[in-house]
């Protein structure tokens, strides 16, 4: 059976996937405003366990059409240990459509982008990347562990081996500081990207977490809500993407947007202006907490 090590999370999108940790935790794990992992070492599952939770699940769900190989970065796996599961999993699942991911850029750039290209061949066909920003200093403070730079270069290294890339933003990120070079460089990374989809999250401070202690201590000052709206407004406004999907559905968000730039830019900034304009239209976070 499938023993799953909590707290195990997933996108939006594959809310209907069977889900398979094949890593526990994140092989990172230091950045400022994430509290996911912190309860939860990382570790590499043993790929006989792996091999055998995944022809269990043949035998309990049958027909499945979407895997997500969760936790944190499951591309931090040798290759062969990644072909040997997607092999698995196809031989298991007939039907399988597509196996997405979490990544971060360096897992990607430390592949080549021929094993990237044998992993979209075994139909590894979406991944899942935090961008947070594209300004250098944001990421700095924020410890993410990579550059913009890196991020766009692994986004553009996974495109051309043919898999799909939805890339994050985290609004607020930057503090009332830096709120506008964390805009302007975000959507200028996404510009540079053309990822084939971009989703937008809120941040959250989140007990626990260093950038807590950073707003404690003065280091950080978090935006207000009205001026969440007006930086997302911005991102929008300066982004030049074709064929993306845009997406700000997550549960930390204030304002929901679902189109495809470059066409529904007007909609969308008319929604986000409606907001701006009365703020009682803003969507209301189920939880102060939750990410």
Same mark, same amino acid.
């Given at each position: 059976?499938?023993?799953?090590?909590?707290?195990?999370?997933?996108?939006?999108?594959?809310?209907?996937s069977?889900?398979?940790?094949?890593?526990? +935790?994140?092989?990172?794990?230091?950045?400022t405003?994430?509290?996911?992992?912190?309860?939860?070492?990382?570790?590499?599952?043993?790929?006989?366990?792996?091999?055998?939770?995944?022809?269990?699940?043949?035998?309990?769900?049958?027909?499945?059409?979407?895997?997500?190989?969760?936790?944190?970065?499951?591309?931090?796996?040798?290759?062969?240990?990644?072909?040997?599961?997607?092999d698995?999993?196809?031989?298991?699942?007939?039907?399988?459509?597509?196996?997405?991911?979490?990544?971060?850029?360096?897992?990607?750039?430390?592949?080549?982008?021929?094993?990237?290209?044998?992993?979209?061949?075994?139909?590894l066909?979406?991944?899942?990347?935090?961008?947070?920003?594209?300004?250098?200093?944001?990421?700095?403070?924020?410890?993410?562990?990579?550059?913009?730079?890196?991020?766009?270069?692994?986004?553009?290294?996974?495109?051309?081996?043919?898999?799909?890339?939805?890339?994050?933003?985290?609004?607020?990120?930057?503090?009332?500081?830096?709120?506008?070079?964390?805009?302007?460089?975000?959507?200028?990374?996404?510009?540079?990207?053309?990822?084939?989809?971009?989703?937008?999250?809120?941040?959250?401070v989140?007990?626990?977490?260093?950038?807590?202690?950073?707003?404690?201590?003065?280091?950080?000052?978090?935006?207000?809500?009205?001026?969440?709206?007006?930086?997302?407004?911005?991102?929008?406004?300066?982004?030049?993407?074709?064929?993306?999907?845009?997406?700000?559905?997550?549960?930390?968000?204030?304002?929901?947007?679902? +189109?495809?730039?470059?066409?529904?830019?007007?909609?969308?900034?008319?929604r986000?202006?409606?907001?701006?304009?009365?703020?009682?239209?803003?969507?209301?976070?189920?939880?102060?907490?939750?990410l």
């Amino acid at each position: 059976m499938i023993e799953y090590v909590e707290p195990v999370i997933r996108p939006p999108s594959e809310a209907r996937s069977l889900l398979l940790q094949v890593t526990l +935790g994140c092989s990172h794990n230091k950045c400022t405003f994430c509290g996911t992992y912190l309860t939860k070492p990382f570790r590499v599952k043993p790929l006989e366990e792996a091999l055998a939770e995944i022809e269990w699940a043949r035998g309990r769900f049958g027909e499945v059409r979407r895997v997500f190989l969760c936790d944190g970065d499951a591309l931090v796996l040798p290759t062969e240990d990644l072909v040997a599961i997607l092999d698995k999993i196809n031989e298991c699942f007939p039907s399988l459509q597509r196996v997405g991911t979490y990544a971060n850029a360096t897992n990607i750039l430390n592949k080549s982008e021929e094993e990237l290209r044998l992993l979209r061949e075994k139909k590894l066909k979406i991944a899942y990347l935090g961008l947070e920003s594209g300004n250098e200093e944001v990421l700095r403070r924020a410890k993410k562990g990579n550059t913009a730079r890196q991020a766009v270069d692994a986004v553009l290294k996974a495109q051309r081996a043919g898999i799909k890339m939805s890339v994050m933003t985290l609004l607020g990120l930057g503090g009332k500081d830096l709120t506008r070079e964390h805009a302007r460089d975000s959507a200028a990374a996404l510009n540079e990207m053309n990822p084939r989809f971009a989703s937008f999250l809120t941040v959250v401070v989140l007990p626990g977490t260093t950038l807590w202690k950073h707003r404690e201590e003065g280091k950080f000052k978090e935006l207000s809500r009205i001026e969440v709206v007006r930086e997302l407004r911005e991102v929008i406004e300066k982004l030049d993407v074709k064929n993306c999907v845009i997406r700000s559905n997550h549960v930390s968000n204030l304002v929901a947007l679902a +189109g495809n730039l470059p066409k529904d830019r007007e909609s969308m900034l008319a929604r986000i202006d409606a907001v701006l304009a009365d703020p009682s239209l803003m969507l209301r976070r189920r939880s102060r907490y939750l990410l």
